[in-house]
């Protein structure tokens, strides 16, 4: 006889606990024949069409299944109470992590960036005097290597990764927002490049890795006050003149007189990497 699964024989009920919200849904499973009592529990609980622990409640993200308790009368037939969580903000980090170590490491390399900014932040020119004495500056960007770091986080997990990916994935760190890899860092210096997860069980756990990425240096945009700075993750942008492709010879010379010409864009969102948990 094939397995049945009804779910949701009852309404739901929900109940606010020191643990935040619990919400009970009851299943039904039939079609357990020929088996013995004990095996008749197992097979309930992992029937086709039956949640899996860590899944979430239908409409409620952040309600995760928590446990799922069957019983049997022993004539094929058991009832299933699945409970599910809705923890806190701060818990639901928590309870991402699932059982065993992370494994971290770092990395240090170069990469290629096209800038007109030198380390400090000052714009780079070069300066052709004719022969009347008339000085013609000129800026153009050029490829320099800037030392980038990384770190690599891998862990199992009890929750299928996607939702923090797509909240963590391409965004930047927030002020003291990465303590592990670098306590009270500047905000806007590590970037999420990707949280990817990998499950061989059915969806009970996954194998999931993180990476993050920061440039070595904050930098001082050119004609503003030395004490406002922008990330390398931002985009300095400096007008060019559409015929030469170089910054017009006025802006070179008197920066502070063209406060337009030069801009910072901020690319990529802040969030605060400490809530992923993954220690520091």
């Known amino acids: 006889m094939a397995i049945v699964v009804i779910p949701d024989l009852k309404d739901p009920t929900a109940t606010l606990t020191e643990e935040g919200w619990q919400l009970q849904r009851i299943f039904q499973v039939s079609g357990l024949e020929g088996h013995t009592k004990p095996m008749q529990v197992v097979k309930a609980a992992k029937a086709g069409g039956v949640p899996r622990l860590g899944s979430a409640y239908p409409g409620v993200s952040t309600a995760k299944l928590t446990s799922i308790s069957p019983t049997t009368n022993g004539l094929g037939m058991a009832r299933l109470v699945l409970t599910y969580t809705d923890k806190p903000a701060e818990q639901n980090m928590e309870a991402w992590t699932f059982g065993g170590e992370a494994e971290i490491s770092f990395g240090l390399g170069l990469q290629s960036v096209q800038t007109n900014t030198d380390h400090d932040g000052n714009l780079m020119t070069v300066v052709f005097v004719d022969a009347d004495g008339g ?11 800037i030392p980038v770091s990384s770190v690599n986080v891998r862990r199992d997990e009890a929750v299928n990764p996607g939702p923090k990916a797509w909240q963590f994935g391409g965004t930047v760190n927030t002020q003291g927002g990465f303590n592990l890899a670098e306590p009270n860092a500047p905000a ?93």
């Open 188 to 280: 806007r210096t590590w970037r999420c490049d990707y949280i990817t997860g990998r499950s061989i069980d059915g969806g009970r756990s996954y194998q999931v890795e993180y990476n993050f990425t920061r440039f070595s240096r904050l930098l001082s945009p050119v004609g503003f006050d030395g004490d406002d700075t922008y990330s390398a993750w931002d985009t300095l942008a400096i007008y060019t003149d559409p015929r030469t492709g170089r910054p017009p010879e006025a802006v070179i010379d008197n920066l502070e007189a063209q406060p337009e010409a030069v801009r910072v864009f901020e690319q990529f969102a802040e969030q605060d990497f400490n809530q992923l948990g993954l220690g520091g």
């Open 135 to 145: 000085r013609h500056p000129q800026s153009t960007p050029i490829s320099v290597e």
